[in-house]
Structures are given as C-alpha cells and as structure tokens.
C-alpha cells in the first residue's frame, strides 16, 4: 500500500541542525511532490515548502528560508528536511505529505507520514 | 504574510449540520482544500478543489466557496467527526501556502 514512513524522534540543543526523512513506498517516488508541514503542540499546522523528487526543485515559506533545505535520494525513494539553528520554538511534530498534481491541477495532499516528533531543548 | 481565518470552534449535536468557513482575500482566485485532524493523528484530506470529495470521504463532508469565504458543511454530524479541521490555499501569486488557523469541531 502507499505509505510514507518518517524517521524516528530527536531531541537536539538549541543552535543545532536536524535532518528528517520519510521513505515512500507502494507508488513511484519521483511521481509526485512532497511536502513538508509542522505542528507544535496544541497548535496549528504550518506550512514548511515543498520538493519535486524528480527535479530536485524545491519550494520554501518564507519564514524558512535559509534555514531549510530539502532533498531526497531517488535510489532509496526518501525524502529529507534538514532545520538549522534550532531553537524551542521549532519543537513540533514534522510530517512529510504526498502531493498530488496531475498538469495545472492540484488535488492536494493525500497521503501523510506518520509524524516525527522534534524537541529542542538545552 | 497571507492569511486564512477560521472561527476557533463549532459545537453540534449529533445529527445536526456542522458548517466552518475559512475566510482569505485570494479565495475568488484560488482553491481551498480542506484537512481533518483527529487527535493524536496525521491530517486527512476531506475536500479538494473547494468542493470535491476524496475517495473513501463519507458523502456528508462537502465545501464550497463564494467571493473571499470557503465553507466546509458536515451534514448530519457524527460523534466520529469530533476533530479539528483546516481549510488550505495560496495567495494570488500561487506563491505561498498556508494553512487556516483551525477549527475544532465538537459533536456532543
């Protein structure tokens, strides 16, 4: 079945990097974009950017950018989000998400990992 | 930075129809997609494209959009459909995504 399996929980200091990833099975990796998305605790879902796995072309919010960088490594169909100069605010639960795009039409975000867990903390 | 605003809550009796709007000054242009999120879990995706349902999304999950407000109504709401939903867009220049502030719908 199509599924996207993320990495295991971290804990790092604050001015540290961290590096996600989330391996897709069951569909073609380089077939659809993915997505990266964030939520701390109790609050609301964030909108990291997002990467072709195909092209290697990404797309960062602005909040993020110089910050983030995601890639991902087509011979093992993974996906990666690398955060640096961590602080708490970045503590959240990271989930990676597979984008659905057929041309000039996007259906959205259809299937999702299942969350790794990202705390930052001296 | 763009924005997209939802009411913080919405209470229902079970049975009775559910409606959260989202609210964002691009939506005339742009399509508003729209996520459930049960505790403890990673979102669904309930409606794409204002008013379209998913395959394997209940019928009584429907959207639809006019001028600057997207709504999503759940018709006949289910003690199971207690989660927080977020509606989705871009601004005008397709440039920047984001999601709505949330919405957590409690069906009591």
């Known amino acids: 079945q199509v599924q996207l399996v993320q990495s295991g929980a971290e804990v790092k200091k604050p001015g540290a990097s961290v590096k996600v990833s989330c391996k897709a099975s069951?569909?073609?990796?380089?077939?659809?974009?993915i997505n990266w998305v964030r939520q701390a605790t109790g609050q609301g879902l964030e909108w990291m950017g997002w990467?072709?796995?195909?092209?290697?072309?990404?797309g960062y919010a602005q909040k993020f950018q110089g910050r983030v960088t995601m890639t991902r490594n087509t011979s093992i169909s993974t996906a990666y989000m690398e955060l640096s100069s961590l602080r708490s605010e970045d503590t959240a639960v990271y989930y990676c998400?597979?984008?659905?795009?057929?041309?000039?039409?996007?259906?959205?975000?259809?299937?999702w990992g299942q969350g790794t867990t990202v705390t930052v903390s001296s | 930075s763009y924005e997209l605003t939802q009411p913080p809550s919405v209470s229902v009796s079970p049975g009775q129809t559910a409606r959260i709007t989202c609210s964002g000054d691009?939506?005339?242009?742009?399509?508003a997609y729209w996520y459930q999120q049960k505790s403890g879990q990673a979102p669904v995706l309930v409606i794409y494209?204002?008013?379209k349902r998913p395959s394997g999304i209940p019928e009584r999950f429907s959207g639809s959009s006019s001028g600057t407000m997207a709504t999503l109504t759940i018709s006949g709401a289910q003690v199971e459909d207690e989660a927080d939903y977020y509606c989705y867009s871009t601004d005008s220049s397709g440039n920047h995504e984001v999601f709505g502030t949330g919405t957590k719908v409690t069906v009591l």
């Open positions: 494209e204002d008013s």
């Open positions: 069951g569909y073609t990796f380089t077939s659809y974009d």
């Open positions: 691009a939506l005339p242009k742009k399509y």
């Open positions: 990467m072709n796995p195909n092209s290697g072309n990404t």
């Open positions: 998400a597979r984008d659905v795009v057929q041309g000039d039409y996007y259906y959205g975000m259809d299937v």
